[in-house]
């Protein structure tokens, strides 16, 4: 069974600075990777996706990160964090064995400080 | 209306009351699943369905009981209900139940008294 886990429950940056959201996962096959987010009083928003191809894959806002098989993780980053990241992030990862469902990690919460 | 909706947003229910959640997606998807969102706790998948038919249940409590009317809509009616229930349901759709992007509600806040 794949599994995913998040460092850190709570990550607090300032305005500007670099956001790192870490993210490794567990599975015996090639998994889809994904990063959601989800602003107060709202549901997930997707905020990027690996499935297969190019490992550095783009998203909204700003937002990337990079699948290293090597290393069974997915980070995300934003090169310069604006007040409006703050928000709580989800890592999930799903396999097609598995019938494509999602597993989600924990989350993190981002503070982000003017 | 667009993407995924939910109501109510918010719902007080005492232990003995019965209420129904609500989703619906305008998408044209053909999977609809339930999560529950409690706090400290990772999400988790309470039931998935496929072309209106239950294709996952896992290991939910009877006092939670899903219905399925049409690929568009999605309930979860709500029977003598333990303070513990209480957390953010949240409704996702997908094109199909092997689909690996789902879009989210923005979730029924329930608090069980």
């Known amino acids: 069974a794949q599994s995913v886990t998040q460092l850190g429950s709570h990550v607090s940056v300032s305005e500007g600075a670099l956001v790192l959201l870490r993210c490794n996962y567990s599975s015996s096959v090639p998994p889809y990777l994904f990063w959601y987010v989800q602003y107060p009083n709202q549901g997930l928003q997707l905020l990027l996706k690996y499935t297969t191809g190019a490992t550095l894959v783009k998203g909204i806002n700003g937002f990337e990160a990079e699948f290293k098989k090597s290393e069974t993780s997915f980070h995300l980053t934003k090169p310069s964090a604006h007040m409006s990241d703050a928000a709580e992030y989800f890592c999930?990862?799903?396999?097609?064995?598995?019938?494509?469902?999602?597993?989600f990690g924990g989350g993190t919460r981002v503070l982000v400080k003017p | 209306e667009t993407g995924v909706t939910q109501t109510p947003r918010h719902l007080v229910m005492g232990m003995t009351n019965k209420k129904s959640l609500k989703c619906e997606q305008h998408?044209?998807?053909?999977?609809m699943y339930w999560y529950k969102q409690s706090a400290k706790k990772p999400l988790e998948l309470m039931f998935v369905?496929?072309?209106?038919?239950?294709?996952e249940n896992n290991s939910v409590p009877s006092r939670f009981s899903p219905e399925c009317p049409n690929s568009s809509h999605l309930f979860l009616h709500l029977h003598t209900l333990q303070p513990e229930d209480s957390a953010l349901y949240l409704c996702?759709?997908?094109?199909?139940?092997?689909?690996?992007?789902?879009?989210f509600g923005p979730g029924t806040r329930l608090t069980v008294t």
């Open positions: 996702a759709s997908s094109q199909d139940n092997t689909a690996y992007e789902q879009y």
């Open positions: 998408l044209g998807h053909n999977a």
């Open positions: 999930a990862v799903s396999v097609w064995a598995a019938g494509n469902k999602l597993t």
């Open positions: 369905y496929s072309l209106e038919e239950r294709v």
